[in-house]
């Protein structure tokens, strides 16, 4: 069964300063990976998605992520932290065309 | 329109009753998906459907929940005998076809609260 783990439900950082969220999932098969964003009263938004292609995904708003298969990790990643990147994140996985699995959610505060 | 569409945006409803909410996905999406959304968490899946037939409805938490798609459009989610733990955001979402390789585009969601 897959299923993902967001490590930390809160992250803050400083404005300016790089982002870590942290990911990791569990798949029998070749997963497909995804970050969502959601912002207060807003939908969901996908950032990024890993699909078996290149292992480093550049995303949407300066994010990346590093799908690492022997840490069976995909955590997301950006440089420099903007006031406007304050959001839920969700990290997601999907198998074969099979329904897509939420982690938790990482609320993400940037600090000015 | 240009997106996913979700009706009622809120719905407050007394324990016990009946409701319904309403999914209009983006034109041309044969994936439809159902997930439940309580304050703080991330969204729990309910039921994906592929065209008009239910792919997966594994996540439906008990008989008083229903879903259709009777003809692989529009989608409606059923309560029955609502219940106070049934309070959440309801959301929908679609995709061209099946999940791996396409987005999944999200509606607003709808917030039910049982009173």
């Known amino acids: 069964a897959q299923s993902v783990t967001q490590l930390d439900s809160h992250v803050s950082v400083s404005e300016g300063t790089p982002v870590l969220l942290r990911c990791n999932y569990s798949s029998s098969y070749s997963p497909s990976l995804f970050w969502y964003v959601q912002h207060p009263n807003k939908g969901l938004q996908l950032l990024l998605k890993?699909?078996?292609?290149?292992?480093l995904v550049k995303g949407i708003n300066g994010f990346e992520a590093e799908f690492k298969k022997s840490e069976t990790s995909f955590h997301l990643t950006k440089p420099s932290a903007h006031m406007s990147d304050a959001a839920e994140y969700f990290c997601v996985v999907s198998e074969g065309d099979d329904k897509i699995i939420f982690g938790k959610g990482t609320r993400l505060h940037i600090l000015p | 329109g240009a997106g996913v569409s979700q009706t009622p945006s809120n719905k407050v409803t007394e324990k016990g009753k009946y409701v319904e909410l309403r999914c209009d996905p983006i034109?041309?999406?044969?994936?439809l998906y159902w997930y439940r959304q309580s304050l703080g968490q991330g969204p729990e899946f309910l039921i994906y459907?592929?065209?008009?037939?239910?792919?997966?409805d594994s996540g439906l938490p008990n008989d008083r929940f229903f879903a259709v798609r009777p003809e692989g459009s529009v989608s409606t989610l059923k309560i029955q005998r609502t219940e106070r733990g049934d309070s959440a955001v309801y959301l929908c979402?679609?995709?061209?076809?099946?999940?791996?390789?396409?987005?999944?585009?999200f509606g607003q969601g709808t917030r039910l609260t049982v009173v």
């Open positions: 979402a679609s995709s061209v076809y099946a999940p791996r390789n396409t987005e999944a585009f």
């Open positions: 459907f592929q065209g008009t037939g239910a792919a997966d």
């Open positions: 890993y699909t078996s292609a290149a292992t």
């Open positions: 034109s041309g999406h044969t994936a």
